[in-house]
């Protein structure tokens, strides 16, 4: 739980690996609660099938990543490491560094930073099919009520599922009370 903790304080704390920014910054807590919780494979990744015309290979195809951050009841839905990897899974503490395969949507941090392929018109449902989360106007990972989605800081109306993942997107998902969304998000360099 410490290693999560640390990665997740890099995304706030200047000088960490990442940066969520904001014109107005305000603490919120994760959640804990259950359903807070989520694994990082469904059963089709466990299983290493296809997915959402995603299909999980042992290299990846270059990419670039986008930022995913989650809000459900007021609180912070972590998106784990591992969305996209099929195990067995390699580790380095909170890190994941490998499995069986990988998708060309995948996470290897705690940290909201997913990988994205360069080529196609990859998509926020695409990420949720391969996370093995449900997405739509009234859900978002098991949360029910009215989703409202940002894109750098901007609402999106319509279905969140076909919010494209572009290079450097900061995307917020909220199913609750509001919370500020961030607008950017200070990226990793080389990614």
Do not use: K, N
């Not at 290897?108 to 997913?114: D, Q, Y």
């Not at 990988?115 to 196609?120: D, E, K, R, T």
């Not at 901007?154 to 279905?159: A, K, S």
Request: net charge positive; hydrophobic share 40%.
């Amino acid at each position: 739980m410490l290693s999560i903790v640390a990665a997740l304080m890099s995304l706030v704390l200047p000088g960490g690996a990442g940066q969520a920014t904001a014109s107005l910054r305000v603490p919120t807590p994760i959640g804990s609660a259950p359903g807070f919780s989520l694994p990082a494979a469904g059963d089709a990744v466990r299983a290493a099938r296809p997915v959402a015309g995603l299909e999980c290979h042992t290299a990846t195809a270059p990419g670039t990543t986008v930022h995913l951050e989650l809000f459900a009841r007021g609180q912070v839905v972590i998106v784990p490491a591992g969305v996209g990897v099929a195990p067995p899974v390699r580790r380095e503490g909170a890190q994941v560094t490998g499995g069986r395969c990988m998708y060309p949507i995948h996470t290897l941090a705690p940290t909201g930073v997913v990988q994205v392929p360069v080529a196609g018109r990859p998509t926020l449902g695409q990420l949720f099919s391969v996370w093995g989360q449900p997405l739509g106007p009234a859900t978002m990972a098991g949360f029910r009520g009215p989703v409202q989605a940002y894109v750098d800081g901007l609402p999106v109306t319509g279905d969140p599922r076909r919010i494209r993942l572009r290079r450097h997107a900061e995307i917020v998902l909220e199913s609750g009370p509001f919370v500020p969304p961030h607008d950017s998000f200070h990226f990793p360099e080389g990614s």
